[in-house]
T-cell receptor, first 114, second 115 residues
Framework: DTGVSQDPRHKITKRGQNVTFRCDPI?????LYWYRQTLGQGPEFLTY????????KSRLLSDRFSAERPKGSFSTLEIQRTEQGDSAMYLC????????????FGPGTRLTVT | GQQVMQIPQYQHVQEGEDFTTYCNSS?????IQWYKQRPGGHPVFLIQ?????EVKKQKRLTFQFGEAKKNSSLHITATQTTDVGTYFC???????????????FGEGTQLTVNP
C-alpha cells in the first residue's frame, strides 16, 4: 500500500501528558501537512513542510505543539502538556508541489485527553 | 485571515433527487479543491478548479468555479446512497502565495440520502 499512513490510530492520554504522532507520506510527495479536525468541522490547518523545511505554521498553534520532518520523509507531531481541548482527529496529508497539489490524507490519529 | 464558508451545513435528500452545495471565500483564490469524507473516513480528493468560470464534470458531479474566483459549487444529479458523506471545499488564497500557501477548508456540507 503506497498511501499515507499514520500511527497510532487512536491515543488516549491524561491531561498534562505529552503525546507524539507519526505520519509516513506517499514516498514521491515532497509536501507534508498536518491538520486537526473536530466533529462537524473541516480540517484545520496546523503546519506544512516542503521536504525537511517547515514553511508555515498556524498562528492558532500554541507553543505546546511542535512538528518535525527531519529527513524529508516521515514527520512527527508532538503535543506537550495536553489539555482536554486538544482532543480531536489529527490528520496528515501529502502532495506534490505546484501543478499536482491535490492532497492525499492518511486515516488520522484520534486523540482523547481525559 | 482567509475564511471559507459552505452552505448548507446539512442536506437530506431522497435517492434520485439532486443536491447542491455552495462555497464562498473571503479572499480571491488561486484554485479551489473539493474533497469527500465518508462517515468515519478521511477526506478524499475529488477535483481541482483553477480557471475563472471553469466547469468540470465527473459523471453525475458538476463543479463550478466563479468568475471572481471567490466562490464555487458542487452539484450532484440524481443522488445515490453511495453519495453519502461530507463534501468540503478548500482553497488556496492568492494572498498567501497561491498554490504554495496553506489550504483552507470550509466546514463542509453533510449529505444524507434516503433510499
Amino acid at each position: 500500500d503506497t498511501g499515507v499512513s499514520q500511527d497510532p490510530r487512536h491515543k488516549i492520554t491524561k491531561r498534562g501528558q505529552n503525546v507524539t504522532f507519526r505520519c509516513d507520506p506517499i514516498s514521491e510527495h515532497n509536501r507534508l501537512y498536518w491538520y486537526r479536525q473536530t466533529l462537524g468541522q473541516g480540517p484545520e490547518f496546523l503546519t506544512y513542510f516542503q521536504n525537511e523545511a517547515q514553511l508555515e505554521k498556524s498562528r492558532l498553534l500554541s507553543d505546546r505543539f511542535s512538528a518535525e520532518r527531519p529527513k524529508g520523509s516521515f514527520s512527527t507531531l508532538e503535543i506537550q502538556r495536553t489539555e482536554q481541548g486538544d482532543s480531536a482527529m489529527y490528520l496528515c496529508a501529502s502532495s506534490f508541489t505546484f501543478l499536482k497539489n491535490e492532497q492525499y490524507f492518511g486515516p488520522g490519529t484520534r486523540l482523547t485527553v481525559t | 485571515g482567509q475564511q471559507v464558508m459552505q452552505i448548507p451545513q446539512y442536506q437530506h435528500v431522497q435517492e434520485g433527487e439532486d443536491f447542491t452545495t455552495y462555497c464562498n471565500s473571503s479572499t480571491t483564490l488561486s484554485n479551489i479543491q473539493w474533497y469527500k469524507q465518508r462517515p468515519g473516513g478521511h477526506p478524499v480528493f475529488l477535483i481541482q478548479l483553477v480557471k475563472s468560470g471553469e466547469v468540470k464534470k465527473q459523471k453525475r458531479l458538476t463543479f463550478q468555479f466563479g468568475e471572481a474566483k471567490k466562490n464555487s459549487s458542487l452539484h450532484i444529479t440524481a443522488t445515490q446512497t453511495t453519495d453519502v458523506g461530507t463534501y468540503f471545499c478548500a482553497g488556496h488564497s492568492i494572498l498567501g502565495g497561491g498554490s504554495g500557501s496553506r489550504l483552507t477548508f470550509g466546514e463542509g456540507t453533510q449529505l444524507t440520502v434516503n433510499p
